[in-house]
Nanobody, 118 residues
Framework: QVTLTESGGGLAQAGGSLRLSCTAS?????IGWFRQVAGKERELIGQ????????YVATSVKDRFTISRDNFKNTAYLEMNSLKPEDTATYYC??????????????WGKGTQVTVSS
């Protein structure tokens, strides 16, 4: 069974930092980070290829969040700096096995809550 597990969420103050981890049971070609606020659509924050290339980072977080991965550990990271209250959301990672073409987010973690206080 293929699984992804997020960790590292919690409470942070505005201006602070958190690092989320996403540990996978398989070597996905692309790992994506998403976030969702209750009642709103899930938003793609960014995605990283197996090569380590960051294929996409959302404009809203581009200068504050960094995505990386360690293929030996099958783990991806989301480093979040200069956090804002509007970053409060449930953060999910997803995995795609597609090698050529757009990713297909077939596998999802259960999410980790990030709350940023002002």
């Amino acid at each position: 069974q293929v699984t992804l597990t997020e960790s590292g969420g919690g409470l942070a103050q505005a201006g602070g930092s958190l690092r989320l981890s996403c540990t996978a049971s398989a070597g996905f070609n692309t790992i994506g980070w998403f976030r969702q606020v209750a009642g709103k659509e899930r938003e793609l924050i960014g995605q990283i290829l197996k090569s380590g290339t960051t294929a996409y980072v959302a404009t809203s977080v581009k200068d504050r969040f960094t995505i990386s991965r360690d293929n030996f550990k099958n783990t991806a990271y989301l480093e979040m700096n200069s956090l804002k209250p509007e970053d409060t959301a449930t953060y999910y990672c997803a995995g795609s096995l597609v090698v050529a073409g757009p990713p297909e987010w077939t596998y999802w973690g259960k999410g980790t809550q990030v709350t940023v206080s002002s």
